[in-house]
């Protein structure tokens, strides 16, 4: 049963278009992330924040915001979407401790810009 | 900085042929170890790990263990099946850093 939910699963827009990408986890975890991942299927950090109002970007650069108001919600923006944004985007979680159970991944959604 | 080198694949074995996958890290301090999969079209489900040298993880047949003296954390399965077939992906924790993925292997397992 997953405990990390990701809307939509497929999605597609034309250029241009703004949309948002949610993720909500149940698990009260502080930790949320944003990866993307490319048909090579390299993950690649895009977003993370540890907390409400905390954000932080990740290694890869994106065109992409996020915004933490709520624990359990972190969703993504793309104020213009681009062909180039076309990829699979994966939201995670993670809770406190070091590294004791790893995190927790959406379904993801896959994202199509024509 | 931190980072996880796998070998690349894609990998093609028949049923119940031994599985390797190569998996070194990089990191400072102590790092926390994992393994990944990725079935088709789902997202990545943690499959085992490992938080201190010498741990052996362990799940589903699968089996890892944490060599600090070769910073390595190779994934093995006696008897692979072809529902295993999927996208295996190494990572690592350290400090207060997100976690970080090698590239992932794809195993293809033909019946």
């Known amino acids: 049963e997953a405990d990390i939910y990701q809307t939509p699963r497929y999605l597609v827009i034309g250029t241009g278009k703004k949309i948002t990408l949610e993720c909500s986890q149940t698990?009260?975890?502080?930790?949320m992330y944003w990866y993307q991942q490319d048909p090579g299927m390299e993950l690649h950090l895009i977003h993370y924040s540890y907390g409400v109002n905390s954000t932080e970007k990740g290694d890869l650069s994106s065109e992409s915001t996020v915004s933490r108001i709520r624990t359990e919600h972190f969703p993504l923006t793309l104020e213009s979407a681009r062909p180039s944004h076309t990829s699979q985007y994966l939201c995670?979680?993670?809770?406190?401790?070091?590294?004791?159970?790893?995190?927790?991944f959406g379904s993801g959604t896959r994202l199509t810009v024509v | 900085g931190n980072s996880v080198t796998q070998m690349e694949g894609p990998v093609t074995l028949s049923e119940e042929a031994f599985l390797t996958i190569n998996c070194t890290y990089t990191a400072t301090g102590y790092p926390s170890l994992f393994w990944y999969v990725q079935y088709p079209g789902e997202g990545l489900q943690l499959l085992l790990k490992a938080t201190k040298a010498d741990d052996k993880g362990s799940n589903k047949g699968f089996e890892a263990t944490y060599r600090k003296e070769t910073t390595s954390f190779h994934l093995e399965k006696g008897s692979v099946q072809v529902s295993d077939s999927a996208v295996y992906f190494c990572?690592?924790?350290?400090?207060?850093?997100?976690?970080?993925f090698g590239k992932g292997t794809r195993l293809s397992v033909i019946a």
């Open positions: 995670a979680s993670s809770g406190e401790g070091r590294g004791n159970y790893g995190y927790t």
């Open positions: 990572a690592l924790l350290s400090g207060n850093t997100p976690l970080v």
């Open positions: 698990m009260g975890h502080d930790k």
